[in-house]
């Protein structure tokens, strides 16, 4: 079952609940405040290459950036 991201319009708070898919766009109640009016968020989700993946492969790739932990300096990333 997904995890998604709630905010609350009542009381400003945004939580986590695990909700199934067919039961996705029903109103939860906010675990602080108890309202319904709250609604799902656009989450950003963050997705690995998987062992032993070469870029351009199903479930390989590489994008360089500074953080990208590939060692090399900016534009000298042989990964992507």
Do not use: Q, W
Not at 41 to 52: F, P, T
């Amino acid at each position: 079952m997904p995890i998604y991201e709630f905010h609350c319009d009542s009381c400003d708070t945004t939580f986590d609940e695990r909700v199934s898919m067919s039961d996705r766009d029903r109103k939860i109640p906010c675990p602080k405040c108890g309202s319904t009016k709250t609604g799902r968020k656009l989450s950003v989700v963050g997705v690995g290459a998987a062992a032993g993946a070469k870029p351009g492969s199903p479930g390989g790739g590489h994008v360089h950036s500074s953080m990208c932990g590939c060692g090399r300096p900016s534009g000298s990333c042989g990964l992507n």
